[in-house]
């Protein structure tokens, strides 16, 4: 199956393919805080520089409101936001859509 268009592919394509592995090792049944320590793992061991639980500051109006905390940034480019979900529910693909239009993430993504 072809792979779309991502901002920053050669990173998510590895970063994809490191998140597989780890399901594979590991299959179901951890808190998510297992994954992500394994998903670090992975992709320390593939060269990727990373800040783990990174806050974010949310501005509105030009004054900081909030944090968003990330799971991982990868060498900063892309935000990992981990789930130890059989399937992402419909509130969680809309909050990981709203998140990745925040201005604020821009520079980020």
């Known amino acids: 199956m072809p792979m779309k268009n991502y901002k920053h592919r050669e990173i998510t394509e590895k970063i994809?393919?490191?998140?597989?592995r780890v399901h594979n090792t590991?299959?179901?049944?951890?808190?998510?805080?297992?994954?992500q320590n394994a998903l670090v793992i992975e992709l320390?061991?593939?060269?990727?520089?990373m800040d783990v639980e990174q806050p974010i500051a949310v501005?509105?109006?030009g004054e900081i409101v909030g944090n968003y905390v990330a799971d991982i940034v990868?060498?900063?480019k892309v935000i990992l936001e981990i789930k130890a979900v059989k399937e992402l529910s419909e509130f969680m693909?809309?909050?990981?859509?709203?998140?990745s239009k925040r201005q604020v993430l821009k520079l980020v993504f």
């Not at 590991?26 to 994954?35: D, I, M, N, Q, S």
């Open 44 to 49: 320390r061991t593939l060269g990727f520089n």
């Open 16 to 20: 994809i393919g490191a998140a597989q």
């Open 74 to 76: 990868v060498n900063g």
């Open 59 to 61: 501005h509105y109006h």
């Open 26 to 35: 590991l299959g179901y049944g951890f808190l998510e805080k297992v994954y």
């Open 93 to 99: 693909k809309f909050n990981l859509s709203t998140i």
